[in-house]
């Protein structure tokens, strides 16, 4: 292989590893399967099996219907009618005898194999091969039944992020083209929740040969018609760690569930009598209540059997009425265990950090615009942003930044200010910005709200000067 070809394959190859989902297309390109190769989904449980061809458009399409499919998911769940199922695992390469999942592993190998052997010309990709290869050493537990455990906030440091924000999407691909899926979902709970590194076979109990088991509902690595799924909300598991929650069993004392609540500064506990038989809670109310029918009432008299159990990827707001009534929900992990609870504690906790910013950003906002239109006439306005104004109202951030590192404008302000200075937090803050903007799940650190906070005091003293 001569050194250009070995070029442009590592780029087209690597090109996998840095955040697109590997597809049909791609193992048609690599020459790993042909046009016309023959598919097949057993399900023996049940005595069905499907069969598929694939397309040179790089499509499934499933035999006799005719049904073409750029998801191998896709293709497997119309095809069984099922709700879910991992296609790639499901549908199995008849004259390799191994499934299609197998084959995206050896196109990924290949990508690696190219990329190391151009590596003293292509530096930059080696985030993407340690990637690559701490993926492949996840996958290998995964199927050995030993998977990987780590926090969210660990998972997201692999690509070098410390939250779930733009790099939500690559980090979903890279470990899709991997066939591995997070248990719980890394998007719907904490970072600092602990998840699993997993495959969705862990719970299939079966490998993709002829002798494949039944597949059932199971947990996608993500390969939706599109792309996937575009999913934004703020969950249930957001605001709890799923890391427990204190409790009592029906047969203890009412005094050690009043004791546990006064140490923990608690207003309720959960009953339990065993990890997923949930008997109730015991409540500051139910207490009083207990105490004002009996004297010495036992902790059953305390226990409001009326409580309400939600699953950690539950949509948030779809939860607001029910804690509206209730004031707190106990939350399932995806064994479906009482792992957590949330409160409208937590909930005004979490809206005032999301609002906190927010708000700051509408002042730097208001008060940047404020300067600028009793500073300046529109065409200076205009010329420093070199685009057409008609009001000041019409200017967006980056104006603000183009007009305010502008010497002469600067100048006009008579601030005894470092200009560089200045505009350089102005940028800072215009990345604060764009993540609250972007509605990312995670809370804007701490030092960020006292930015915008400070630069928000500094512009006030500074404002009259204009």
């Known amino acids: 292989m001569t050194s250009e070809t070995l070029e442009e394959s590592s780029g087209r190859t690597m090109h996998l590893l840095g955040g697109r989902r590997v597809t049909?297309?791609?193992?048609?390109?690599?020459?790993?399967?042909?046009?016309?190769?023959?598919?097949r989904f057993r399900r023996n449980r049940i005595g069905v099996t499907y069969d598929a061809t694939v397309t040179e458009r790089g499509r499934i399409r499933l035999e006799p219907e005719g049904e073409e499919f750029r998801s191998p998911s896709r293709a497997a769940m119309v095809a069984a009618g099922m709700r879910a199922v991992d296609g790639w695992h499901a549908w199995l390469v008849v004259e390799q005898n191994r499934s299609l999942d197998a084959v995206r592993q050896e196109l990924l190998d290949q990508a690696i194999s190219s990329a190391a052997a151009a590596a003293h010309r292509q530096t930059e990709d080696t985030a993407r091969q340690?990637?690559?290869?701490?993926?492949?050493?996840?996958?290998?537990?995964?199927?050995?039944?030993?998977?990987?455990?780590?926090?969210?906030?660990?998972?997201?440091?692999?690509?070098?992020?410390?939250?779930?924000?733009?790099q939500v999407s690559q980090i979903e691909a890279d470990l899709a083209n991997h066939?591995?899926?997070?248990?719980?979902?890394?998007?719907?709970?904490?970072?600092?929740?602990?998840?699993?590194?997993?495959?969705?076979l862990d719970e299939a109990d079966g490998t993709a040969t002829e002798e494949q088991p039944e597949m059932v509902d199971l947990p996608v690595a993500g390969d939706e018609e599109g792309g996937g799924d575009l999913d934004v909300r703020l969950m249930v598991g957001n605001l709890s760690p799923l890391l427990g929650v204190e409790a009592v069993n029906p047969n203890s004392t009412i005094e050690e569930a009043i004791t546990k609540m006064l140490i923990n500064d608690y207003s309720q506990l959960a009953v339990l009598n065993g990890p997923r038989n949930l008997r109730g809670a015991i409540t500051w109310r139910s207490i009083a209540q207990a105490m004002h029918q009996?004297?010495?009432?036992?902790?059953?008299?305390?226990?409001?059997?009326?409580?309400?159990?939600?699953?950690?990827?539950?949509?948030?707001?779809?939860v607001l009425p029910t804690l509206q009534q209730r004031e707190f929900v106990f939350v399932w992990d995806e064994t479906k265990e009482i792992k957590g609870i949330v409160t409208t504690s937590d909930v005004a906790q979490r809206y005032g950090e999301m609002a906190t910013p927010f708000f700051q950003?509408?002042?730097?906002?208001?008060?940047?615009?404020?300067?600028?239109?009793?500073?300046?006439?529109?065409?200076?306005?205009?010329?420093?942003?070199?685009?057409?104004?008609?009001?000041v109202d019409r200017l967006t951030f980056g104006d603000y930044q183009r007009v305010l590192e502008n010497k002469d404008c600067w100048a006009r302000l008579g601030w005894p200010l470092d200009r560089p200075t200045f505009v350089s937090r102005l940028e800072e803050i215009r990345r604060i910005r764009n993540k609250v903007m972007h509605f990312h799940p995670d809370p804007v650190a701490e030092d960020a709200v006292d930015i915008l906070r400070r630069f928000n005091n500094m512009l006030h003293h500074y404002r009259d000067l204009a």
């Open 179 to 200: 066939g591995l899926v997070t248990s719980p979902s890394f998007r719907a709970v904490t970072l600092d929740t602990m998840v699993s590194l997993t495959t969705p």
């Open 130 to 166: 340690r990637i690559h290869e701490r993926l492949r050493q996840a996958r290998g537990r995964a199927e050995e039944r030993a998977p990987e455990r780590m926090s969210v906030r660990e998972l997201l440091s692999l690509w070098g992020a410390k939250e779930r924000g733009d």
């Open 294 to 318: 009996r004297s010495t009432p036992s902790l059953g008299d305390a226990i409001d059997p009326h409580v309400e159990v939600v699953a950690y990827d539950r949509d948030l707001f779809e």
């Open 361 to 391: 950003l509408g002042e730097v906002d208001q008060t940047l615009r404020w300067i600028l239109n009793r500073s300046f006439d529109v065409e200076t306005l205009q010329q420093a942003c070199n685009r057409t104004i008609t009001s």
């Open 24 to 39: 049909v297309s791609d193992l048609l390109e690599a020459g790993l399967i042909r046009v016309g190769t023959k598919l």
